[in-house]
């Protein structure tokens, strides 16, 4: 179905405003459909991402800071985030020794086990939802590097 029949729109002024709205639409489908996946496993989508990071640093810690860096959705809610991965037992956080206002991440047992048993499960939703074939996804994901790529940094400016 069309971009413009999914909205219920009538046409874009841009070819360039079809694909912003697009890829936005699309971007939270995808993100619906994996919440729900995760609900059943008692986790959001940025709480499996915390885990899914740190599973890669494992089994060294990580500082919030790099963290924070290598998750999808930047976000300014990221101790809120952490506590509610801790208080579930999935991560620990320890106070770095050389400076008090850092923190360390680590993955528990229970945190690598839960990723162990989401594994599988995860590849056959991805297969599931993703039915693309390998030459459209590989020139999909080049597109969108692509489109990403030419997307300034956010700056802050204060008045």
Same mark, same amino acid.
């Given at each position: 179905?069309?971009?413009? #029949?999914?909205?219920? !729109?009538?046409?874009?002024?841009?070819?360039?405003?079809?694909?912003?709205?697009?890829?936005?639409?699309?971007?939270?489908?995808?993100?619906? =459909?994996?919440?729900?996946?995760?609900?059943?496993?008692?986790?959001?989508?940025?709480?499996?991402?915390?885990?899914?990071?740190?599973?890669?640093?494992?089994?060294?810690?990580?500082?919030?800071?790099? *963290?924070? !860096?290598?998750?999808?959705?930047? #976000?300014?809610?990221?101790?809120?985030?952490?506590?509610?991965?801790?208080?579930?037992?999935?991560?620990?956080?320890?106070?770095? /020794?050389?400076?008090?206002? =850092?923190?360390?991440?680590?993955?528990?047992?229970?945190? *690598?086990?839960?990723?162990?048993?989401?594994?599988?499960?995860?590849?056959?939703?991805?297969?599931?939802?993703?039915?693309?074939? !390998?030459?459209?996804?590989? =020139?999909?994901? &080049?597109? *969108?590097?692509?489109?990403?790529?030419?997307?300034?940094?956010?700056? &802050? /400016?204060? !008045?």
């Amino acid at each position: 179905m069309s971009i413009e #029949s999914e909205i219920q !729109s009538k046409g874009f002024l841009l070819a360039q405003e079809k694909t912003f709205v697009n890829v936005i639409f699309t971007g939270a489908m995808f993100y619906t =459909q994996i919440n729900i996946f995760f609900k059943k496993y008692n986790l959001t989508e940025p709480q499996y991402n915390v885990l899914r990071v740190l599973r890669g640093s494992h089994p060294k810690k990580m500082l919030t800071s790099d *963290l924070q !860096s290598r998750l999808l959705h930047k #976000s300014s809610n990221a101790t809120r985030l952490l506590k509610k991965i801790i208080d579930k037992g999935l991560i620990i956080s320890t106070q770095c /020794k050389e400076d008090k206002r =850092q923190y360390h991440q680590l993955l528990t047992p229970k945190g *690598l086990a839960l990723l162990t048993e989401i594994d599988p499960h995860l590849e056959k939703y991805c297969l599931e939802q993703i039915t693309l074939s !390998s030459a459209k996804m590989e =020139q999909l994901n &080049t597109l *969108l590097d692509e489109l990403r790529n030419g997307i300034p940094e956010p700056t &802050t /400016k204060r !008045s």
